[in-house]
């Protein structure tokens, strides 16, 4: 059959022609090679002829998207319209025609099922000295040559991005050299600039709109956010501006997922502002080449509020070097340095969505840690209850730890973003320096920069000293800073020294002022709450002690929580009803009880009480009208507080479930081993709720839904659901001197968030975490009573690395093995450096089957990895 005959009997007229075209660019490609695609007109509404078959699929889509699906790197133009690129997690498309990137759209998966465009435009601008802004999109139609173009790798380079004055002069040009990898989530943009003559203007600059409503930004000297601000808000600053993001929907309460995000990384970044505005676009970013602030680290109304002009030179010259990432959910693929690794596996969808959305469309949100962020004039590491909507929830207070943000610096400490552990750190340390010396007292919040030392409800707490603590022991278990424990042991002593003293040495107890963490309730004398608190909290400062070679208080301090464990066993168990522990006991013996669920789960969760009194409290809260199947974790008692029983009447807290108690009781689960309760009750409702909405309410009501007249994108919910996922369902629980890895519910997995990379089934485990010198590895859900090999390595001396793509790239020198056995609960126990100054070790221990099984440095003939 003849070639021609052969097109005829392939039907219709357009399908002909398709095909006609395809072999005729074949052709072209045998002869001239890819060389002829240098010239755009090559490009004219084809996709690369590596992708042929999205092409012929796509051919004449008025989405250019729709035919770039992945899995290689393809590109469709038509010439003088468009160029559009993509590699099913990315698509960019720029217009031709009036110069800009006018989309940009992610699919988390990588299936090329893209999501909403979250970039409106992005072009060059100049903004006169009368404040008119000329756009590169009037200044012609831009022209395009391919640069490289694989399967691994497509790059176009566009130039003749120019912009004109009202009478037609050349003011400045750019040429755009666009790059996207295989597999990339990040788009790669960097540009090349010159002003082609002299002139006055407010400012050069290259300007960003986009669709997601909350912008971020994380400024080298804290974090600037804003949602909705009022009209059009800009926010102009000098400070290095090397990541930004912005996500979330503008809809109505619960109605506010955007399912969409758009984070950029910018190494070079000197002069920046960011955009919010309560009307499409939503947000957005500009990074500024020539201008001169005469107002910034505030958000006001805009450029019109910038006096100065600058003079900006013939052939002057700026590069700009940008990393674009979109995203079709509520969270940001990029992290502190590198995108977000999820293309060789990770935990599933819905919880590292739910995880990463709680931390960074909420709690991150919170830090007011940049310029003025605070008060007009200071600096100052300051956190919210809410993110900027553009007000706060309960406005101009500042730094509740009690526990307020115990959860959320906790929540962003798993992060594993180390910028983020940077601002915990700060936040810390802004509440320490405002430590009462004569008693140890630490502030209760602030409002606006001054120390409050008492609740909103007027009470005295023992929370903000206990959750403080807590909080900085997190800080370094979580980046093995164990330097900033020993340099600020001295605080944390005498912070503990406030709890110390309540010490009643006749009942073993502590008889305290207030309630431990529920403000309004009136909980006093011999509390359980606290009490009970008290036997994890001096477990845990026992093992700081520890780490930094003090074991004689250790000890002391191990036998103290032990105490105190026994003597709330004794002298707070509930003789008249004989399941549960009361809310408080007098000095005159007389006893308040109100059921409390938030004491008694604190008592489950910390070890407190038998296996049979363990199983009666969770008996009693369990069949409570407002913790069955639909509610929320977890209500706070099954007899209600009166107006006579809270501070000034206040019962707003009395018929509600809080974030802060369902922590505790997953722990409580946990304890205990009820996967069941933990997964559907407890955890995975909540998931499901911040995948649904991205901010939640402070409260639920006792059927599960939200509370709407309580407080609105708070930072609680958002904060536990990640909490649970890190350290309870996966069981990532590292410590001083040690690293515990024991899932509770999940037995093969693999976790890659931050700096925490978790891969393991129940005859293998490999990890890397942070920190330096040697840990106790502590391995559980392995097979029981079987022999191990653990072998510490970098690089490809580790064996079964077999996707380094997810690993850090910096690792450790060491590389060593040895033997272990698992015990009959297949816990499996060795040693092993974790790091060093070169970075973190890679860390496995996998089943073998032997000849002679080694033991520490007695080897070896056969070792077979099964």
Request: hydrophobic letters at 40%; a negative charge; charged letters at 20%.
């Amino acid at each position: 059959m003849k070639l021609c005959d052969c097109i005829k009997s392939l039907g219709g007229y357009r399908l002909r022609l398709h095909v006609f075209i395809l072999l005729l660019l074949l052709l072209l490609v045998s002869l001239f090679g890819t060389d002829a695609f240098q010239s755009s007109s090559f490009l004219n509404r084809y996709a690369t002829v590596a992708d042929t078959d999205n092409y012929m699929e796509g051919f004449g889509r008025a989405d250019p998207c729709a035919t770039l699906l992945g899995p290689h790197v393809a590109i469709l133009s038509d010439e003088g319209q468009f160029v559009a690129l993509g590699n099913g997690f990315v698509c960019a498309v720029f217009d031709l025609a009036q110069p800009k990137l006018s989309e940009l759209k992610g699919d988390f998966l990588g299936k090329g099922n893209y999501g909403k465009s979250v970039v409106t435009s992005g072009t060059l601008e100049v903004e006169g000295s009368s404040g008119k802004v000329f756009s590169a999109t009037t200044g012609g139609v831009a022209k395009v040559a391919l640069s490289k173009d694989t399967h691994e790798l497509a790059s176009i380079k566009i130039s003749g991005i120019r912009v004109l004055s009202d009478n037609g002069e050349h003011l400045v040009e750019e040429v755009w050299e666009i790059s996207l990898p295989k597999n990339a989530r990040s788009l790669e943009l960097e540009i090349q600039g010159e002003s082609r003559q002299n002139f006055h203007a407010k400012a050069v600059r290259h300007s960003f709109l986009f669709a997601p409503s909350s912008i971020y930004g994380l400024f080298k000297h804290g974090v600037a956010q804003m949602k909705g601000h009022h009209d059009v808000g800009y926010y102009f600053s000098d400070d290095p501006l090397p990541r930004l993001y912005a996500l979330g929907g503008s809809g109505a309460d619960l109605d506010t997922a955007g399912h969409m995000s758009i984070s950029i990384r910018q190494p070079d970044s000197k002069l920046s502002v960011l955009i919010s505005s309560a009307q499409s676009p939503y947000s957005g970013f500009q990074d500024v080449h020539f201008a001169s602030f005469s107002k910034k680290h505030s958000w006001c109304s805009g450029w019109s509020e910038q006096t100065n002009t600058v003079e900006v030179e013939a052939k002057a010259k700026w590069r700009s070097k940008y990393f674009l990432a979109p995203n079709d959910r509520d969270f940001p693929v990029q992290g502190h340095d590198h995108d977000l690794t999820t293309t060789s596996g990770n935990i599933p969808d819905k919880e590292l969505q739910a995880m990463l959305t709680g931390i960074y469309a909420s709690n991150v949100g919170q830090l007011c840690t940049h310029y003025n962020g605070v008060i007009e004039g200071s600096h100052l590491a300051q956190m919210a209850t809410t993110i900027a909507r553009p007000d706060y929830g309960y406005s101009n207070n500042y730094n509740f730890f009690d526990p307020d943000n115990y959860m959320s610096t906790t929540a962003m400490l798993f992060s594993g973003d180390a910028y983020l552990q940077e601002q915990v750190r700060l936040v810390l340390e802004r509440n320490m320096a405002n430590m009462k010396q004569d008693t140890g007292q630490l502030p209760h919040h602030f409002n606006y920069d001054v120390p409050q030392y008492v609740a909103l409800s007027n009470e005295v707490q023992t929370g903000p000293n206990v959750f403080w603590i807590l909080s900085c022991l997190n800080y370094v278990k979580a980046t093995g800073n164990i330097a900033w424990l020993r340099n600020n042991m001295l605080s944390l002593r005498k912070a503990s020294e406030f709890l110390d003293k309540m010490l009643n040495k006749k009942f073993g107890l502590l008889k305290v002022p207030g309630s431990l963490m529920i403000d309004v309730f009136i909980r006093k004398n011999f509390a359980t709450d606290t009490n009970a608190m008290a036997v994890g909290f001096f477990k845990e400062f026992a093992a700081a002690e520890f780490a930094i070679g003090n074991t004689d208080e250790a000890e002391k301090l191990k036998k103290l929580s032990e105490d105190i464990a026994q003597a709330v066993d004794k002298h707070l168990w509930s003789a008249k009803e004989d399941d549960h522990y009361v809310t408080q006991m007098n000095p005159d013996l007389t006893y308040r009880d109100f059921v409390d669920y938030d004491a008694n789960l604190i008592a489950v969760a910390h070890g407190v009480g038998s296996e049979d009194r363990v199983k009666k409290v969770l008996k009693r809260v369990d069949s409570g009208q407002c913790t069955q199947k639909g509610a929320r974790a977890t209500f706070v008692s099954e007899r209600y507080y009166g107006t006579e029983d809270t501070t000034f009447g206040n019962i707003g807290d009395s018929w509600c479930t809080m974030g802060r108690i369902g922590w505790f009781d997953a722990l409580a689960r946990r304890r205990i081993g009820d996967v069941d309760r933990f997964d559907n009750y407890i955890l995975d409702p909540l998931i499901g709720d911040v995948n649904k909405w991205t901010w939640l309410h402070e409260r639920y009501h006792c059927d599960g839904t939200p509370q709407s007249n309580r407080t609105a994108m708070y930072f609680e919910y958002p904060a536990v659901t990640a909490m649970m996922v890190h350290f309870v369902r996966y069981g990532i629980q590292l410590g001083f001197n040690q690293v515990f890895i024991a899932p509770f519910g999940p037995r093969s997995f693999k976790y890659h968030v931050g700096t925490i990379n978790v891969e393991m089934d129940d005859s293998h485990v490999i990890f890397a975490v942070v920190g330096e010198g040697l840990r106790h590895i502590i391995i559980d859900g392995l097979q029981p009573s079987a022999k191990f090999k653990f072998f510490v390595g970098h690089d490809k001396d580790t064996p079964g690395l077999e996707d380094d793509s997810a690993w850090p790239k910096e690792r450790c020198m060491q590389v060593n093995s040895g033997y272990a056995e698992s015990g009959a609960d297949g816990q499996l126990l060795f040693e092993a450096k974790v790091g060093d100054k070169a970075g973190p070790c890679v860390i496995q221990a996998y089943k073998v089957d032997h000849q002679i099984f080694c033991l520490k440095d007695k080897c070896d003939q056969t070792n077979v990895k099964v």
